[in-house]
């Protein structure tokens, strides 16, 4: 079945400790990428990555760093998480190929910073 | 990316079509209008796209007025798991890696 994961799906963390969230998805997509989910300020871009090796700041990159040493693979790090980091952060993938944004969205991460 | 306009909410009947509609007045030549859904803070779920013509696919269709200013998502036999927030995006379509910015959407409440 095609999809993508994220683990944990529910972390509860304290300031200044940090976390690594895992993405993968078995698409072979070339672009990943990750967003935060807040109320009232809709879907919002950390990063993304175009392939391997190859990642980018989204619309809200501080406080957070990703790798892209696989394919498969897009962890999203957070080196000294803060409470205005609790978010619902959710991972997504696309093939570059046939030129649509159909992007394939993982199941989400609830993290809570105190 | 054109900014889209969306009714917050909208309720329908179980088995009914569910007609979501979306005002899209600034889109240009070359961004398609999208459709995701996103079901109680599960990760969003793609519906459909087009560019200027119509549009059916197993879950939705997708209707684009001639001047492309306006476009209505149709989910024809609503049920209760069609429940969920209706995004409508424009975005340009080619090699555009593709940001997804939603807004606040269409909560589609389907009651039986």
């Known amino acids: 079945e095609a999809q993508v994961t994220q683990n944990p799906r529910y972390l509860i963390t304290v300031t200044g400790k940090k976390l690594t969230v895992t993405c993968s998805q078995n698409?072979?997509?070339?672009?990943m990428s990750w967003y935060r989910q807040d109320p009232g300020l809709g879907l919002r871009q950390i990063y993304y990555s175009m392939n391997v090796e190859v990642t980018d700041k989204g619309d809200v990159p501080e406080g957070y760093k990703v790798s892209r040493k696989e394919k498969r693979n897009f962890p999203l790090i957070l080196e000294s998480p803060s409470p205005n980091q609790t978010s619902l952060y959710f991972c997504?993938?696309?093939?570059?190929?046939?030129?649509?944004?159909?992007?394939?969205f993982g199941p989400g991460t609830r993290l809570t910073v105190l | 990316d054109a900014k889209t306009t969306q009714p917050p909410s909208m309720d329908c009947a179980e088995g009914r079509a569910a007609n979501l509609p979306c005002n899209h007045s600034?889109?240009?030549?070359?961004?398609?209008v999208y459709w995701y859904r996103q079901i109680h803070s599960q990760g969003p779920q793609y519906i459909i796209h087009g560019l200027k013509n119509n549009e059916t696919n197993e879950m939705a269709s997708l209707i684009i007025t001639e001047d492309r200013k306006s476009s209505t998502l149709i989910l024809p036999h609503a049920t209760l798991r069609d429940t969920a927030v209706y995004y409508c995006i424009a975005i340009a379509g080619g090699t555009s890696y593709g940001k997804l910015t939603f807004g606040q959407g269409t909560i589609l409440t389907v009651h039986p």
């Open positions: 600034t889109i240009s030549g070359n961004e398609y």
């Open positions: 698409m072979n997509h070339e672009y």
């Open positions: 997504a993938s696309r093939g570059l190929a046939g030129g649509t944004n159909e992007q394939f």
